[in-house]
């Protein structure tokens, strides 16, 4: 992990197309700004992670019912 120190208005360059802004400092929570061509995706933490148990629980429910399906198929031919 690369940690860095910014002050307001500074900035942080990720590749040649993502720019990280330090917008504005109040306490302890900090304001960022983010430049990002369109096709990049940006979450907050936990709206990321709330994607990828919601994608997680999408697989194990389609993968119950290939399998209830395929019994139901199985059964019927006999």
Same mark, same amino acid.
């Given at each position: 992990?690369? %940690?860095?120190?910014? $002050? +307001?208005?500074? +900035? /942080? ?5 993502? #720019?990280?802004?330090? %917008?504005?400092?109040?306490?302890? &929570?900090?304001?960022?700004? /983010?430049?990002?061509?369109? $096709?990049?995706t940006?979450?907050? @933490?936990?709206?990321?992670e *709330? =994607?990828?148990?919601? $994608?997680?629980? *999408?697989?194990?429910?389609? @993968?119950d #019912?290939? $399998? =209830? ?5 199985? &059964? +019927?031919?006999k």
């Amino acid at each position: 992990m690369l %940690i860095l120190s910014r $002050n +307001k208005g500074q +900035k /942080i360059m990720l590749n040649d197309n993502i #720019i990280l802004s330090v %917008i504005e400092i109040n306490g302890d &929570q900090v304001r960022i700004g /983010i430049e990002a061509p369109p $096709n990049v995706t940006i979450y907050r @933490e936990e709206i990321y992670e *709330a =994607i990828q148990r919601q $994608n997680k629980y *999408a697989v194990e429910f389609t @993968e119950d #019912i290939h $399998n =209830i399906l395929q019994r139901a198929t199985t &059964q +019927k031919k006999k």
